[in-house]
């Protein structure tokens, strides 16, 4: 079955830098958009960054000038550079990815997530 892995989670202080990578595995006829979201305790999901096919980024206000989002086709993967770590970053991190699974499913919604990957960032 087609799946998202997620990794590079962890405990960082203040100011620190973390590297989030998140791998599609499983039969993939392509794939579309990725990107990564967060939801903090008592919050809503929330988009982080995006990235498209053809390499078209984009950022919450919150993370812009210290996350950078890239995509690695050959690996099938996404990443989530993220430096300059504020205690608000904390949060768990889902990766996204907007899969085409066969040629017949063209043109066709199909969102994948992965199973989340904590981050906290304190002291």
């Known amino acids: 079955q087609v799946q998202l892995v997620e990794s590079g989670g962890g405990l960082v202080q203040p100011g620190g830098s973390l590297r989030l990578s998140c791998a599609a595995s499983g039969s993939i006829f392509s794939i579309n958009a990725m990107g990564w979201y967060r939801q903090a305790p008592g919050k809503e999901r929330e988009l982080v960054a995006t990235?498209?096919?053809?390499?078209?980024?984009n950022y919450a206000d919150s993370v812009k000038g210290r996350f950078t989002i890239s995509r690695d086709n050959a690996k099938k993967a996404v990443y989530l550079q993220m430096n300059s770590l504020k205690p608000e970053d904390t949060a768990v991190y889902y990766c996204?990815?907007?899969?085409?699974?066969?040629?017949?499913?063209?043109?066709?919604?199909?969102?994948?997530w992965g199973q989340g990957t904590q981050v906290t960032v304190s002291s």
């Open positions: 996204n990815a907007d899969l085409t699974l066969t040629r017949w499913d063209i043109g066709r919604k199909s969102d994948y």
């Open positions: 990235i498209t096919s053809g390499y078209s980024t």
